[in-house]
């Protein structure tokens, strides 16, 4: 499957804990996104990646939310002290420079008890 | 700021019957429009854009800035069409290309 993938598909953890989400993009692809989808809502864009540089990072993104891409290929996205409100499906997509089409991931399913 | 509303969550239809989700938007540049679709299971995938003014599996959609609308239309859907829809914009100012999704809408087409 030469799509994007996303690891793991579902985390349930305690609130409190740290959780850390990868995504590995469209391999000729530069761009990557995160986007955050709660029940009955569409995704929300959380952050972007130009190669290995975060350009752009939503207000939603709060502290306790850390994205990286430190070799412009995979990302990782963690949240530390989880809450409750953090439980959500996290999705990643990527696209390729001068094309605005975005590729979806899976997505990781995250539950906070 | 950008936004992009779908006004209604749930449209039923039966077989054949034409279909028309409604998108409108709010941008003050040139806005770049989409329609992705999620199949039961699957993951989310573009339908169509408005730059490639393509009809795919038969859905249309046409940009209307004076309306800021771009609803999606087919003349006779199908049960396999049966999916969440979205409606997403992409502002585009230098490199950011990030896109705007409206909540979606479920289509339901019964035989």
């Known amino acids: 499957d030469t799509g994007v993938s996303q690891d793991p598909r579902h985390k349930i953890t305690k609130r409190g804990q740290n959780v850390t989400f990868r995504c590995d993009p469209i391999s000729e692809h530069n761009r990557l996104y995160w986007y955050r989808q709660t029940l009955g809502q569409g995704p929300e864009f959380l952050t972007y990646f130009q190669n290995e540089a975060q350009l752009e990072k939503s207000r939603l993104l709060s502290d306790r939310f850390s994205a990286e891409r430190p070799k412009g290929s995979f990302s990782t996205l963690e949240i530390q002290r989880t809450e409750q409100g953090d439980s959500a499906m996290y999705l990643c997509?990527?696209?390729?420079?001068?094309?605005?089409?975005?590729?979806f991931g899976p997505g990781t399913r995250l539950t906070v008890l | 700021a950008q936004r992009v509303t779908q006004p209604e969550k749930l449209l039923s239809v039966f077989k054949g019957a034409p279909v028309e989700l409604k998108c409108n938007y709010s941008y003050s540049g040139s806005p770049e429009l989409f329609w992705y679709v999620q199949y039961s299971r699957q993951r989310l995938q573009l339908l169509l854009r408005?730059?490639s003014r393509e009809s795919i599996k038969g859905f249309t959609a046409d940009l209307n800035k004076g309306e800021t609308s771009f609803h999606l239309k087919k003349p006779f859907a199908q049960e396999e069409d049966s999916a969440m829809y979205y409606c997403a914009l992409n502002g585009v100012t230098g490199a950011n290309s990030k896109l705007t999704f409206g909540k979606g809408i479920t289509l339901s087409v019964r035989p």
């Open positions: 408005h730059i």
């Open positions: 997509a990527s696209s390729p420079s001068g094309n605005n089409e975005q590729f």
